[in-house]
């Protein structure tokens, strides 16, 4: 089923491409409804995807009838013919958006074989998608046996990337990680910024040009590190987890794992990037793409020490991938090409694996850089705190004025100079740490009034 729902998204964007390209909006609406007929003898589950919006008012029905024959046909796991959805499941759908403007049906003939691990990676699917194409909200709808399930993804910060020899990036920047109790309203990065690498042209294997594959191949690199703490120049961070996110040419993510990306972490000098290791994490169902862990020098726990304020970081790592051919301009045409590029992803990087690698290793340093000088400021500090500790304590002890001594005590609420020496280091951390330098580039604007809408909500029927 998640092959189907890659195929029909595929279309959708092509065609959402072609009336941007005329200069149209690109806002809309997708929904991809699931369901099973309860009634009938044989279980099946029913798939519907739907586009409205701005975005696709281009498209006619009549002109795509011959190639929405050839994708059902294309899509072995379904019957040919699905029946239409509950118009009142369309209705809040088209409020919301406008009448419809595409409406695709298809049915798989064994429910059974559709299971909880694959709704979860459709849900996977779907929100990565959104992320590489942030102005078309998701509305995910699942109804099976007596459960229902409903998630939309919506985006509150986006951020346009121009890139060169294709149509710009609408990126989803919105960062979930929420700021600590101590930052002031106002005073906090609600978003991201995504940083455009160097496009690198890929060399197509012979066997993927017998099966059809000609033209330009290339990889545009983009990362995304959140949360951002640009505002907050001595604050120290930690590098938790790296996901590679790979697109195909019409920004549909690729499904499926990658062995050359899983073994990527042994190819990499994780000293030049400032890491003490890197392991992949395995392909997982609520996560789209190949994620690696960071470990963490010494197994230290962060939350051991409370004093030390500490901001975990993940990295997002997006691999676009741009293809050109003269002599491919009919859509079918393009979904084919599509098709063929991910078929043969794996031998096309292992083809530029040395390429890709040494692409990848800059990338991700030149992502990384302001890791490795926040240690340097923590260094600096540190040194410089244990100088004012140092002579802070000593002026107070040796003090012989009592009235001063227990001034000192009294203002930051302890009993003694050894309470005070914690007392002290602990103010003086969190001075440093959180000092504030405001960057016009950051979305610092309140969000209270935007809630968020991808938080999943279940009903029992």
Known sequence: MLREIQQVLRLVMLLGKRNQQLRLKTAGGLLVLLWTETGASVQSMNCTVAAAGPWCAGIEMKVLQPVLTDLKESMLACTRSSPQPDPEELCAFTDMHGSLRLLLSFQMKDAMLFGPECGARIEAFLHSFSLANARIKIHFKFKFSQQSFQRDFRVKIERKVACANRT???LDVTCKTQPPECVKKGCWCHGGHPVLGGRLLLSIPPAAMDHGLFGELSIQPVTLLSPCVLQYPNLATQLTDIQVLVCGPSNVPVTGPSGVLQNLPAHLDCQDLGLHGLHCSS???HRSGTVYTVEQENGVDPEQDSSLPLMQQSLLLYLFLQH??????????M???EVLIEHHLEAILNNNRQAVTAALQAELKNSLKSQKHRKKVQETLHSAAEVILSSAISIVSCSSNMDFRNACLNS???????????SLCESLRRVTSWKFTPRGRCYSAQMEDHPDCDDPTRTEL
């Open 283 to 285: 392909f997982k169902v």
């Open 412 to 422: 930051m609420k302890v009993r003694d100079t050894h309470e005070l020496s914690a």
């Open 335 to 337: 979904m084919a090409t």
């Open 324 to 333: 050109s051919d003269p002599f491919t301009y009919q859509l079918s045409d």
């Open 168 to 170: 710009s990036l609408i």
